[in-house]
């Protein structure tokens, strides 16, 4: 991470300053060069013009002209006779010297030319001198100091390289920052999905602060806390399965033994234990069809047979199947229709979660009481009420009821001869239809269980 923020945030900050200043170096170099040139020029036409190099009279004068202005540009300005001999030097160092340098050599040859020295950082520039009849008769070398500008570039160059240092600092500082506020967190997040997908549902994200990493932190651990819920469910339930079959598996052992080791026993008490024996086993298999039923409605959830169904006559069928349930202890079940309704629905498991219902108003209302079964609908949901004069159900166990296995009162509902599995299967199969079910009631004021659903079903 580093390195590669290194070089994509240096290399080409180094690429562009190497470019500019070797461009700015070509250009300095280019344009002094030839503006050297054009002054050697200059001054070759005006002695040319004016004799300067043979008329001694006018020299002097023209002589310190040309020192004023060497001073002035900053040039030492040479002029040389036909034979390289000094004629004049703005240093006074050469004067009546043979002065033999290639660029003099090249104007006295009739050309003129401008180089760079690049190791005096210096250009040097030359101009030929004629006479009327076109005879090179001395030479013009202007000599121009470039030190200043590779002074100036230098000097650029430093200050990109404090620069790109400087933006270096920045770019580690940015990482360092970075891994410490992003990678950090995130490692720590990483580190704990692992443990958590190892099966360490405990685990939970330390969450510090407010901010993108706390948020995705606490939307993992709210994810754990189901899965450990999930999984708390899960055991409980395979423990709960457990006791609900041993408790008739040891009344038949119990009976059978009793059976076994006792000689000579009448033949009703024979029959008696059978019979026990018996409404034990169908115990067993109404708990095993249960689970069935429930295990079958968790696995295919898109195995409803969806079809138009008349929820009046469902609702009258299955008040006419428990009829003679309610006779048995005088309760009075009765049904009111608000209008004809009629919804999507897979009519044999809405039917099954209905009558659990009414099965259970019947169960938990003592003899005498009253179960009443009524439909209603808007233009959207159907709703379907059951609803009771029984023991009713306490607020806090409203929550519970419809989890599998929960009885509020556990002797009772072995007398009763419920498995548990009924409103975990009524709700089931509610959920799959997209619809919810109500509780209204409190301890000893009946129940009134409303079930909504969807008039038509968007299935997806
Ligand atoms: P069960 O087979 O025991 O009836 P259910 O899942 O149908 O199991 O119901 C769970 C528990 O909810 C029951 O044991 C009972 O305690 C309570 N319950 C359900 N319906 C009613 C009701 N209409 N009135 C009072 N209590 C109820």
Redesign the pocket.
């Known amino acids: 991470m580093l390195i590669s923020y290194l070089v994509i945030g240096i290399i080409p900050l180094l690429f562009y300053s190497f470019n500019l200043s070797q461009t700015l170096q070509n250009y300095f170099e280019d344009t002094n060069e030839k503006e050297v040139l054009y002054q050697a020029n200059k001054i070759a036409g005006s002695i040319q013009k004016a004799d300067y190099l043979t008329d001694k009279s006018k020299q002097e004068m023209f002589w310190n002209e040309l020192s004023e202005k060497s001073i002035e540009e900053n040039f030492r300005i040479i002029v040389v006779d036909a034979n390289a001999v000094v004629a004049a030097d703005t240093n006074n160092m050469a004067i009546g010297q043979i002065y033999m340098v290639p660029e003099i050599l090249v104007a006295l040859a009739g050309r003129d030319e401008a180089n760079l020295r690049k190791d005096e950082e210096a250009i040097y520039a030359s101009a030929y001198i004629e006479d009327d009849a076109s005879h090179k008769i001395g030479a013009v070398l202007v000599i121009s100091s470039f030190s200043e500008v590779y002074q100036l570039i230098s000097e650029l160059y430093r200050k990109w390289i404090f620069m790109t240092i400087v933006i270096g600092v920045i770019i580690i500082a940015l990482v360092v920052f970075m891994s410490q506020v992003i990678f950090d967190p995130l490692k720590n997040i990483l580190a704990t999905i692992k443990k958590i997908s190892s099966g360490q549902f405990h685990q939970r994200i330390e969450l510090k602060g407010k901010n993108e990493f706390t948020e995705l932190g606490e939307a993992v651990n709210t994810m754990t806390q189901r899965l450990e819920e999930v999984d708390k469910s899960r055991q409980e339930f395979v423990s709960n399965v457990s006791h609900e079959l041993k408790t008739p598996l040891s009344s038949i052992k119990v009976l059978s033994e009793a059976m076994l080791l006792q000689d000579n026993i009448p033949e009703e008490t024979y029959k008696e234990f059978l019979l026990d024996i018996n409404s034990e086993v169908d115990r067993m298999t109404d708990i095993v069809n249960d689970l069935l039923a429930l295990a079958r409605l968790e696995n295919n959830e898109n195995s409803l047979h969806i079809r138009e169904v008349d929820v009046n006559k469902m609702l009258r069928d299955i008040i006419k199947r428990l009829q003679p349930l309610a006779e048995t202890k005088n309760i009075d079940i009765s049904f009111e229709a608000a209008k004809e309704v009629k919804v999507d629905a897979d009519e044999v498991k809405l039917s099954l979660a209905i009558s659990?219902l009414v099965d259970?108003?019947i169960?938990?209302?003592p003899v005498d009481g009253k179960v009443k079964v009524s439909v209603d609908a808007d233009n959207q949901d159907c709703f379907i009420t059951v609803q009771?004069s029984?023991?009713?159900?306490s607020e806090q166990?409203q929550s519970r009821?419809?989890d599998r296995f929960?009885?509020?009162?556990k002797t009772r509902?072995r007398e009763?001869g419920?498995?548990?599995?009924?409103?975990?299967i009524t709700h089931s199969i509610i959920m799959l239809h997209n619809g919810s079910v109500k509780i209204i009631?409190g301890e000893g004021e009946g129940?009134t269980?409303i079930v909504r659903m969807p008039l038509k079903l968007k299935q997806d």
């Open positions: 659990n259970n108003g169960k938990y209302t009771d029984g023991i009713g159900i166990e009821i419809f929960y009885r509020v009162d509902d009763t419920g498995t548990g599995l009924g409103l975990a009631s129940a269980f």
